[in-house]
């Protein structure tokens, strides 16, 4: 199995990223896919995930309006659409995969017990 995540770079203020997860190796219709950052000296936290089989969308209030998410099922891609990107979106952003993934994306339980994550693409914002 696999989450390949790309996309990340170094914007301005203001500016947008998309940014691209690519999921292969499992079934992908039993999984929420979504996408977490973390920043350095913070912990790591849930942006914005997807449920594969409803389409239903969940969003941290600090990017609510700014961020986008969706998904392509003939691809098994997930996207993530920063706009309007601010300094302090700079992190490290990984893609992730669970059955119940909006649970944790939410902030609830340990994020050790999540499936899968995909290595990390960094998104960098300056002012």
């Known amino acids: 199995f696999q989450l390949q995540a790309s996309g990340g770079g170094l914007v301005q203020a203001g500016g947008s990223l998309r940014l691209s997860c690519a999921a292969s190796?499992?079934?992908?219709?039993?999984?929420?896919i979504g996408w977490f950052r973390q920043a350095p000296g913070k912990e790591r936290e849930g942006v914005s995930c997807?449920?594969?089989?409803?389409?239903?969308?969940n969003y941290a209030d600090s990017v609510k309006g700014r961020f986008t998410i969706s998904k392509d099922d003939a691809k098994n891609t997930v996207y993530l659409q920063m706009n309007s990107l601010k300094p302090e979106d700079t992190a490290v952003y990984y893609c992730?995969?669970?059955?119940?993934?909006?649970?944790?994306?939410?902030?609830?339980?340990?994020?050790?017990?999540?499936?899968?994550w995909g290595k990390g693409t960094l998104v960098t914002v300056s002012s």
């Open positions: 190796g499992f079934t992908f219709d039993d999984y929420e």
């Open positions: 992730a995969a669970d059955p119940i993934l909006n649970y944790y994306c939410s902030g609830y339980g340990s994020l050790v017990r999540v499936d899968y």
């Open positions: 997807i449920s594969r089989s409803t389409g239903s969308t």
